[in-house]
């Protein structure tokens, strides 16, 4: 729990560029714990601490607010636990006297370069997932095109020696799923997002750790493109079979 001052110049809390303004008897949450146990503004939630306990309401989810923390007007604070209303518990400043030398401080450098380290850690998960769902998609696609393609083996005799033309044959039985593929990432855009967000809050609540789940527009129409591409590719494959298994009929291997 963090006290705050309402009227410090060193820092603020936010809520989409605004400024919150602590009273009595609000505090403000973390996204993290937003989130997690789904609490929104204007929510009652119970305080305990040390010698108290308290229903406080909470005013605002604060975007810049620490991950492990909640916050309460100081004033208040103060007067809950009994201390003199001026007490405080903090300084903010980049070098300590003299008189404080035995304490910690944390300048604002160093805050930046942890949540840089931060992204970082979180950018190659990212990535790892990124290439991981390549890689099932590619495998997935590949079984139901093999699947299909050694199913359809003496349609592609038949039509071949009826006349028909390799791109003929190939739209006819191999280049069949687009449409589907395409209808199916639409129909389950929400399912998946509503997955993704049960597991991400799953893992936060045993990890301890906060895993956000963003998302916007563009990043459907990457994944889009990069599973069609895939699709393409997969299918340049099969073309080839397709070729290879006409050059066979061509020269009567099969009858």
């Known amino acids: 729990m963090v006290a705050m001052d309402n009227d410090g110049d060193r820092f603020r809390l936010v809520n989409k560029?605004?400024?919150?303004?602590?009273?009595?008897?609000?505090?403000?949450?973390n996204p993290r714990i937003a989130e997690i146990y789904n609490i929104k503004p204007?929510?009652?939630?119970?305080?305990?601490?040390?010698?108290?306990?308290?229903?406080?309401?909470?005013?605002?989810?604060?975007?810049?607010?620490?991950?492990?923390?909640?916050?309460?007007?100081?004033t208040y604070f103060n007067k809950l636990i009994g201390n003199p209303a001026n007490t405080y518990n903090g300084l903010w400043c980049n070098k300590l006297n003299d008189t404080l030398s035995k304490e910690h401080i944390k300048t604002y450098?160093?805050?930046?370069?942890?949540?840089?380290?931060?992204?970082?850690?979180?950018?190659?998960?990212?990535?790892?997932?990124?290439?991981?769902?390549c890689v099932f998609s590619v495998l997935l696609i590949f079984l139901v095109l093999l699947l299909n393609f050694q199913d359809n083996i003496n349609n592609f005799i038949y039509l071949?020696?009826?006349?028909?033309?390799?791109?003929?044959?190939?739209?006819?039985?191999?280049?069949?799923?687009?449409?589907?593929?395409l209808f199916t990432f639409v129909?389950?855009?929400?399912p998946s997002m509503l997955t993704s967000q049960q597991i991400l809050r799953m893992l936060s609540l045993e990890t301890g750790d906060y895993m956000p789940f963003n998302s916007?527009?563009?990043?459907?129409?990457?994944?889009?493109?990069?599973?069609?591409?895939?699709y393409l590719v997969v299918i340049k494959i099969f073309d080839v079979k397709l070729k290879n298994t006409f050059n066979r009929i061509d020269l009567g291997q099969y009858r």
Not at 62 to 72: L, M, P, R, V
Not at 217 to 228: D, E, H, S
């Open 216 to 230: 916007n527009i563009y990043v459907f129409l990457y994944a889009l493109v990069i599973l069609v591409f895939l």
């Open 160 to 181: 071949r020696k009826l006349g028909y033309l390799h791109k003929e044959i190939k739209n006819m039985l191999i280049n069949i799923y687009l449409p589907l593929i």
């Open 109 to 133: 450098s160093s805050y930046k370069k942890e949540l840089q380290n931060n992204n970082v850690s979180n950018r190659m998960s990212a990535i790892i997932n990124q290439i991981l769902a």
């Open 17 to 29: 560029q605004k400024k919150i303004q602590l009273n009595n008897g609000e505090l403000a949450i």
């Open 42 to 74: 204007g929510d009652k939630v119970l305080i305990k601490y040390k010698n108290f306990e308290n229903y406080l309401i909470v005013k605002a989810i604060a975007d810049n607010g620490n991950t492990s923390s909640i916050y309460i007007k100081r």
């Open 187 to 190: 129909v389950m855009t929400i």
